[in-house]
């Protein structure tokens, strides 16, 4: 699984939450342990996380093993900028890949099935944008090939990948399963949540 980066987008101020949303905690985990132990129960290597507002507290708070930081110093810019900063990461450190494989640090709900059936269709077809069916837009858990790279570096705002990947769509495929794919973005979402598992 040397060819894909994945990256974990987790930069954000978090100004719904009014707390670290990274740090919040799910049965003892905090949402981007949740993301990083998914995603590290399937890939072995090349699993980076970009962080930016509030990026000592969390590393100090967060199994750095097998994890590479980026920092993203525009994370104010929104999503893109960490988009856009792993990118140029990659390229300054001169590490190749077919494609990267974007995860938001907010979406605990989803399962790991669901992000290794992602996985198995980009190794059919590399050449496709390989993403996730909202019903009326598609958006992350995304895999975007290496030849989108350059025209990813133009996206700008908050909204990440989405506008490019719903702009392409004539080259986007999405896995027959689903998932919930659940953001967590204020305490009541976090809580709601978190009662589930208590009604479960």
Same mark, same amino acid.
């Given at each position: ?71 993203? #110093? ?16 990659? #390229?300054?450190?001169?590490? %190749?890949? !077919? ?6 640090? !907010? ?26 069916? %909202? ?66």
């Amino acid at each position: 699984m040397k060819n894909i980066a994945i990256v974990i987008l987790a930069a954000g101020k978090s100004s719904r939450m009014n707390a670290i949303k990274q740090l919040e905690k799910i049965n003892n985990k905090t949402l981007l342990e949740i993301t990083l132990e998914k995603v590290k129960s399937i890939f072995s290597n090349n699993i980076f996380c970009v962080l930016g507002s509030n990026h000592d507290q969390i590393i100090n708070k967060t199994n750095s093993e097998d994890i590479e930081f980026i920092k993203n #110093k525009h994370f104010e810019n929104g999503l893109s900028s960490s988009i856009i900063s792993s990118l140029n990461y990659f #390229k300054n450190n001169k590490l %190749y890949f !077919d494609g990267i494989f974007i995860l938001l640090a !907010d979406q605990p709900a989803i399962e790991t099935s669901y992000l290794e059936a992602m996985y198995h269709l980009f190794q059919e077809k590399k050449h496709l944008i390989i993403a996730s069916n %909202y019903g009326n837009k598609l958006g992350a858990p995304v895999i975007i090939p290496k030849k989108h790279f350059s025209s990813l570096l133009l996206i700008e705002g908050d909204k990440g990948a989405q506008e490019f990947i719903n702009n392409k769509k004539n080259e986007v495929i999405y896995p027959i399963q689903t998932t919930n794919l659940l953001d967590i973005d204020t305490k009541e979402d976090l809580l709601i949540y978190q009662n589930s598992f208590l009604n479960s």
